[in-house]
């Protein structure tokens, strides 16, 4: 079945970078995202990756693929106290469909 | 840069009482979803809808729900009959006809009482 796994909370300081970690199930997938959820708003995209990539990185950002483990991170450089929100790690799980399945979120808190 | 607008931003209700949902979706994008987020929860697909009509649906998308675009811009979710575990935070999104890149609302928070 489809299933997106991620950890539920991460702590870093102001400057360090945050790595968050996603795993799923579905080999098959096409693209994989990530959205970030800061409190009572909604799902921002912050950047995607296509599953014939390895890596992308826009800005701060870096995104890496392990397609052989299923496995995605979401690397933060110099981590802002503006950058602590829910991050949710997202796939389509089939060509031809559309529906996006969804992590639980990751929680990161970045400390002052 | 064009965005998803989503009214109202919160809707009380009572069990039993029907409610409406709507979205204005970004104007050149074709495919169109609601999803939801019960609280503490993950974010759970509903539907998607392309020319006029439901091209994929979840099990929780029952008889309960259904979906409209009533003109050009607006796109809606109706509940029938509220629940109480019905409520939840209620995303609508959507997305061009050339990827499957999801643009999201802000949400309705939808509290049924």
């Known amino acids: 079945g489809e299933d997106v796994e991620q950890s539920l909370f991460l702590s870093v300081r102001e400057g360090d970078s945050s790595v968050i970690n996603c795993t799923y199930t579905d080999s098959s997938s096409t693209y994989l995202y990530w959205y970030k959820q800061e409190p009572g708003a909604g799902l921002q995209l912050l950047t995607y990756?296509?599953?014939?990539?390895d890596m992308k990185q826009d800005q701060r950002l870096t995104v890496l693929l392990n397609k052989k483990d299923k496995h995605l991170s979401l690397r933060i450089a110099d981590t802002q106290t503006g950058d602590s929100a829910i991050y949710f790690c997202a796939e389509i799980p089939d060509t031809g469909r559309r529906a996006l399945t969804f992590g639980s979120g990751t929680r990161l808190q970045v400390q002052p | 840069e064009p965005e998803v607008t989503q009214t109202p931003s919160h809707q009380v209700t009572q069990m039993g009482q029907e409610v409406i949902l709507r979205c204005v979706p970004i104007?050149?994008?074709?495919?169109f979803y609601w999803y939801r987020q019960i609280l503490g929860q993950k974010v759970e697909f509903l539907v998607s809808?392309?020319?006029?009509?439901?091209?994929?649906k979840s099990e929780i998308f029952d008889d309960q729900f259904s979906v409209e675009r009533p003109d050009g811009s607006n796109f809606t979710l109706k509940i029938r009959s509220t629940k109480l575990e019905d409520s939840a935070m209620y995303f609508c999104?959507?997305?061009?006809?050339?990827?499957?890149?999801?643009?999201f609302g802000p949400g309705t928070r939808l509290t049924v009482l």
């Open positions: 990756i296509f599953s014939n990539m």
């Open positions: 809808f392309y020319n006029n009509e439901i091209s994929e």
């Open positions: 999104a959507s997305s061009d006809a050339n990827t499957d890149t999801q643009y």
């Open positions: 104007s050149n994008h074709l495919y």
